[in-house]
Protein backbone atom coordinates (compact mmCIF):
# COMPACT_ATOMS: atom_id res chain seq x y z
CA UNK A 1 0.00 0.00 0.00
CA UNK A 2 1.37 3.48 -0.70
CA UNK A 3 1.26 6.51 1.83
CA UNK A 4 1.18 10.09 2.12
CA UNK A 5 2.46 11.99 5.59
CA UNK A 6 2.12 15.77 5.21
CA UNK A 7 2.44 18.04 7.78
CA UNK A 8 -1.06 18.89 9.65
CA UNK A 9 -1.43 22.36 9.14
CA UNK A 10 -5.08 22.62 10.47
CA UNK A 11 -3.95 20.77 13.73
CA UNK A 12 -5.74 22.13 17.02
CA UNK A 13 -8.76 22.74 15.36
CA UNK A 14 -12.89 21.39 15.33
CA UNK A 15 -11.91 17.60 14.25
CA UNK A 16 -8.50 17.67 13.12
CA UNK A 17 -6.42 16.53 16.40
CA UNK A 18 -4.87 18.41 18.68
CA UNK A 19 -1.82 20.46 18.86
CA UNK A 20 0.41 17.70 19.21
CA UNK A 21 -1.31 15.87 16.15
CA UNK A 22 1.20 16.91 14.04
CA UNK A 23 1.01 14.53 10.77
CA UNK A 24 -1.61 13.34 8.50
CA UNK A 25 -1.52 9.95 6.99
CA UNK A 26 -3.16 9.49 3.89
CA UNK A 27 -4.06 5.38 3.02
CA UNK A 28 -5.75 5.78 0.01
CA UNK A 29 -8.89 7.92 0.61
CA UNK A 30 -8.47 7.52 4.49
CA UNK A 31 -6.37 10.14 6.49
CA UNK A 32 -5.28 9.31 10.15
CA UNK A 33 -4.11 12.26 12.45
CA UNK A 34 -1.03 11.19 14.38
CA UNK A 35 1.73 12.58 16.71
CA UNK A 36 4.48 10.99 15.49
CA UNK A 37 5.51 8.64 12.32
CA UNK A 38 8.48 6.28 12.08
CA UNK A 39 9.43 4.96 7.93
CA UNK A 40 11.06 1.68 8.32
CA UNK A 41 11.14 1.30 4.37
CA UNK A 42 12.54 3.87 1.54
CA UNK A 43 10.47 7.01 1.26
CA UNK A 44 10.50 10.14 -1.68
CA UNK A 45 8.48 13.14 -1.96
CA UNK A 46 5.81 14.22 -4.16
CA UNK A 47 4.39 17.27 -5.38
CA UNK A 48 0.71 17.13 -4.86
CA UNK A 49 -0.74 20.14 -6.50
CA UNK A 50 0.76 22.74 -4.12
CA UNK A 51 1.48 20.31 -1.17
CA UNK A 52 4.35 18.33 -0.77
CA UNK A 53 4.26 15.11 0.34
CA UNK A 54 6.92 11.93 2.01
CA UNK A 55 5.97 8.64 0.50
CA UNK A 56 6.68 5.11 1.15
CA UNK A 57 4.85 1.90 0.34
CA UNK A 58 4.28 -0.81 2.93
CA UNK A 59 2.15 -1.95 5.23
CA UNK A 60 0.96 0.55 8.31
CA UNK A 61 0.57 -0.64 11.97
CA UNK A 62 -0.66 2.55 14.31
CA UNK A 63 0.29 2.45 17.98
CA UNK A 64 -2.64 4.49 19.24
CA UNK A 65 -1.08 4.88 23.12
CA UNK A 66 1.23 6.64 21.56
CA UNK A 67 -0.47 7.82 18.09
CA UNK A 68 2.58 6.83 15.69
CA UNK A 69 2.04 5.66 12.57
CA UNK A 70 4.70 3.11 12.17
CA UNK A 71 5.07 1.86 8.38
CA UNK A 72 7.23 -1.42 7.66
Same mark, same amino acid.
Given at each position: ??? =? ?10 ? =? ?6 ? =????? #? ?8 KI ?9 G ?12 ? #? =? ?8
Amino acid at each position: MKY =RIRFNKSRGQPG =RGTLDHVW =RLFEG #DKEYLVKHVKINVPSYSEREGEDWNMCCEGTLRL #D =RETSTAIIE
